[in-house]
């Protein structure tokens, strides 16, 4: 069974600063790796996926990298609106999917 | 546009029943496999079941097989979630979610409903 740990779990940013977030895999995944932001109430929204595809609309100040079992999403400039928990999703066995714990993007 | 649209969710006791809807809009639904996935405060997001897009195969999380059942109706742009035995850790809001393509390469969830709350509760 594949696991994601993604780290850290809270990180607070200030707004126009960049922000780092981690997500590894416990097992090789190649490029099978999404991205996704979620603001209370509302559903996960696809930001990236093969580990650095833009899903269609995403802001280019969203960057993905990463292969194998490490993985890195950067905002490059934080927005009021980018204030949200992230998720990473390994999707490399299917039928089955694995999501990462989520970190909390902050205002500082 | 796509639009997913769950419906069914509610309060239900320990080893009771609830069966979950999700419409489906704006794309060719028989062509794409769909997921259904949960999410909890303290599990946070936590993936239930897949289908294939003829329905002519059901995946599930060990921790609802032999539980839940999913099935699609593609007449009806349909997809379903059968859920019996209920336990108190089945307490989530489930998500549908499309699949992004039809190659096993491409399994990311590219859309998702707005979720429908399960609470199972004595």
């Known amino acids: 069974e594949k696991v994601m740990t993604q780290s850290p779990d809270t990180l607070s940013v200030s707004p126009g600063e960049r922000a780092t977030l981690s997500c590894r895999a416990s097992?090789?995944?190649?490029?099978?790796l999404a991205w996704y932001q979620q603001k209370p109430g509302q559903a996960p929204r696809l930001l990236i996926y093969?580990?650095?595809s833009r899903a269609t609309g995403i802001p280019a100040r969203f960057s993905g990298s990463g292969f194998g079992t490490e993985f890195t999403l950067i905002i490059s400039s934080l927005q009021s609106e980018d204030f949200a928990v992230y998720y990473c999703l390994q999707y490399n066995s299917w039928p089955s999917l694995t999501f990462g714990g989520g970190t909390k993007v902050e205002i500082k | 546009e796509v639009q997913l649209l769950e419906s069914g969710g509610g309060l239900v006791q320990p080893g009771g029943s609830l069966r979950l809807s999700c419409v489906v809009s704006g794309f060719t639904f028989n062509s794409y496999a769909m997921y259904w996935v949960r999410q909890t405060p303290g599990k946070g997001l936590e993936w239930v079941s897949s289908?294939?897009?003829?329905?002519?195969?059901?995946y599930y999380a060990d921790s609802v097989k032999g539980r839940f059942t999913i099935s699609r109706d593609n007449s009806k742009n349909t997809l379903y979630l059968e859920m019996t035995g209920l336990r108190v850790e089945d307490t989530a809001i489930y998500f549908c979610?499309?699949?992004?393509?039809?190659?096993?390469?491409?399994?990311?969830?590219?859309?998702w409903g707005q979720g429908t709350p399960v609470t199972v509760s004595a």
């Open positions: 097992q090789n995944i190649g490029n099978s």
């Open positions: 093969g580990a650095s």
């Open positions: 289908i294939t897009g003829t329905g002519n195969n059901g």
């Open positions: 979610g499309k699949r992004a393509g039809g190659s096993y390469i491409e399994n990311w969830l590219d859309f």
